[in-house]
């Protein structure tokens, strides 16, 4: 359950540099030539594997880190970049945390009420890199949410209430890619939409029919999980950010 609004401060010291620095560029990723490949069994999820440092102290987060910071998601801040904090209850207990947004639409409703309710000056939304939010969420010192219509999408029913809710990705095993040195990369969409506009793309291309283009569902989470214990001959996945916030951002910079 989330509460009005308490306080606004900065999120913890580990994330001060990422969270109080100006926005930055997010550029979709270049295109690879297209390759059938299906990726590694499912894991479950982060907490359930391992304890959060296991994962952020071990040698392969780095990496990980670099893919997810290729997102961004977004949320209500103050005039200086710093999140607005509000109260969470979280297992009976009572959190001050940030909200971040995995689309933009969401974060500028969220800024809209949050205008109506409170008299903070020069609040707006700003876009932070994911890997630096997705520790803090490990650790619990951050809340993520996904799009409410994504979760349905996933299989949750119509009244859940995305704030929770693990972040929905999507993907199509048949249109995974290649890198330049021959590894299969297999793009994760948070949109089903932008997943099914892929498969679209991809039957442009080299033909075939889309019913045979099964687009399936992970979370967020379980592709770190698969990440982390990823052998080098493994497929990679690249996170594919939705393409309204990619048109926020470039709008931003652009105006």
């Not at 997102?71 to 971040?100: D, H, M």
């Not at 409170?118 to 707006?124: A, L």
Request: with cysteine; charged share 20%.
């Amino acid at each position: 359950m989330r509460a009005p609004i308490t306080s606004i401060t900065t999120a913890s010291c580990a994330a001060a540099a990422l969270l109080a620095g100006p926005a930055r560029s997010f550029a979709p990723p270049s295109p690879r030539r297209p390759l059938a490949r299906r990726p590694s069994p499912s894991a479950t999820s982060v907490h359930a594997t391992a304890k959060p440092n296991e994962l952020f102290d071990s040698a392969g987060w780095d990496a990980i880190k670099a893919e997810l910071d290729q997102v961004p998601i977004f949320a209500v801040a103050n005039e200086q970049g710093q999140p607005i904090k509000y109260s969470i209850e979280k297992k009976s207990t009572k959190l001050e945390l940030p909200l971040f947004y995995t689309h933009v639409d969401d974060a500028l409703a969220e800024l809209e009420k949050a205008k109506e309710n409170n008299d903070f000056p020069g609040m707006d939304i700003n876009p932070y890199p994911l890997g630096g939010i997705f520790e803090m969420w490990a650790k619990d010192s951050a809340v993520i949410v996904p799009n409410k219509k994504s979760i349905v999408m996933a299989g949750a029913p119509p009244n859940a209430n995305p704030i929770g809710q693990q972040v929905p990705l999507f993907a199509c095993m048949e249109i995974a890619q290649e890198t330049e040195d021959g590894k299969p990369v297999l793009p994760l969409f948070f949109e089903l939409e932008d997943a099914q506009d892929a498969v679209k793309e991809a039957v442009a291309m080299d033909g075939g029919k889309e019913e045979d283009f099964e687009v399936v569902g992970l979370n967020l989470p379980e592709a770190v999980s698969l990440l982390s214990n990823a052998k080098d001959e493994a497929t990679a996945f690249q996170f594919i950010p939705p393409a309204s916030s990619l048109k926020h951002i470039r709008n931003y910079l652009g105006g």
